[in-house]
């Protein structure tokens, strides 16, 4: 599976789950990532190594056979280097159907952001084909990221929901 983050951590769970996007789901605003995007922070982001200042998503939501446009940007208070580490969950309802520990760095690479990362502003935009056909249900998709030392640099979470007739839906709308 392709990887990605939301500077980081979106790309990261978006390519691994790119068809995990769906219908929007109502979260908690006190813990939502700023811009157009189903995405939350696991918990408050204070001392967290990366301050997202928006992620969009375009379309949103993602539409299943369609390509996915992702911008980004956040500011990291200090430099992230080799050795970072992503730990990526992907559930369908409650079975975990992805559960994968990657280095930050090697995918930051494939998407043409070597490290070290920061200190400062990145901006990342990356396209993502989204696969046409979607298995209906929940899909929660948990991106945690962590320096070498196990500082943490973000957390994202986001549960979205495909419907059975997300194609035919989408014809009527035409």
């Known amino acids: 599976m392709k990887l990605a983050t939301p500077l980081v951590a979106l790309f990261l769970a978006t390519q691994s789950a790119a068809s995990f996007f769906g219908q929007r789901i109502e979260v908690d605003n006190s813990l939502s990532v700023p811009g ?75 998407i043409g952001k070597p490290c070290p990362l920061g200190p400062g502003q990145e901006l990342i935009t990356k396209s993502v084909d989204i696969p046409e056909k979607i298995p209906p249900g929940m899909y929660t998709v948990v991106a945690d990221v962590f320096t070498e030392d196990k500082r943490k640099i973000t957390c994202l979470q986001a549960s979205v929901e495909f419907g059975k007739n997300d194609k035919q839906e989408q014809a009527e709308l035409k």
């Open 36 to 110: 157009d995007n189903p995405l939350q922070y696991c918990q408050a982001a204070d001392d967290n190594i990366l301050a997202i200042e928006y992620v969009n998503l375009s379309p949103n939501p993602p539409v299943p056979g369609k390509e996915l446009k992702i911008q980004a940007v956040g500011t990291f208070s200090e430099k992230v280097e080799k050795g970072a580490k992503v730990f990526l969950s992907v559930k369908y309802g409650l079975i975990r159907i992805v559960n994968t520990e990657q280095d930050l760095c090697d995918q930051m690479e494939k």
